[in-house]
């Protein structure tokens, strides 16, 4: 079974100020995507950023990035310049595909707090 | 605008009751999903469906129930058998494989407490 750990409940820096959230996640697949979700106060899932864990480039959405290490088994997220709107719980995820469907498996995530 | 509309945002249970909570998509996807979300944790799967008239447990799904009858509704009934159902519950959709791969699609979520 696939696992996925965020190693820090919450964390909080000043507006402007870069932000490094950790993820790490088990498996024995090959072929698999990782995802990062953004779930602002109002609870909608938002999706941040997704990797294919085929591609060695580390993804890349406007001020968000990863650092995809699939040997490691490590994909954090790298905001920069951060925003107020970018308070919010993020989780980690992973999917695979079964069959027709995906298969997610979410981290227990990180409150993300960005002070004026 | 095409979305996933799950309703209602506010549902409250009494003892023994069982609900039922609505998803409706018009995205054209074949599969659906059912999360539940506890405070401070992340999305747990109770039940999935790629196709109708077929569903599949996931990890957590003693105490729900679904059907899967069109392709567009997914509804979830959470039974009385379900001992602690206070949660947040979010209804997914997706598009079958291809070429590139659709990240699920997610509703607003349905808060359940109990009277």
């Known amino acids: 079974a696939q696992t996925v750990t965020q190693s820090q409940p919450e964390m909080s820096v000043q507006e402007a100020e870069t932000v490094t959230l950790s993820c790490t996640y088990d498996t024995s697949e090959n072929n698999y995507y990782l995802f990062w979700y953004k779930q602002p106060p109002s609870r909608q899932m938002i999706l941040v950023i997704r990797q294919e864990a085929y591609k060695q480039q580390n993804a890349t959405e406007n001020r968000f990035s990863v650092n995809f290490q699939k040997a490691a088994k490590s994909f954090s997220l790298k905001i920069s310049d951060s925003q107020l709107g970018d308070t919010a719980m993020y989780f980690c995820?992973?999917?695979?595909?079964?069959?027709?469907?995906?298969?997610?498996?979410f981290g227990q995530g990180t409150r993300l707090t960005i002070n004026p | 605008d095409g979305g996933i509309t799950q309703s209602p945002k506010y549902l409250f249970r009494k003892e023994g009751q069982n609900v039922t909570l609505s998803c409706e998509q018009n995205?054209?996807?074949?599969?659906m999903y059912w999360y539940r979300q506890d405070p401070g944790q992340g999305l747990r799967l109770i039940y999935y469906s790629q196709i109708v008239n077929d569903f599949q447990k996931g990890d957590i799904a003693e105490g729900y129930s679904v059907s899967r009858e069109k392709k567009e509704s997914f509804p979830l009934t959470v039974t009385s058998a379900q001992k602690n159902p206070t949660a947040f519950y979010l209804c997914a959709s997706s598009r079958d494989r291809e070429l590139e791969t659709q990240p699920q699609h997610f509703g607003d979520g349905t808060r359940l407490s109990i009277l």
């Open positions: 995205l054209n996807h074949d599969a």
């Open positions: 995820a992973f999917m695979k595909w079964m069959a027709r469907a995906q298969k997610l498996v």
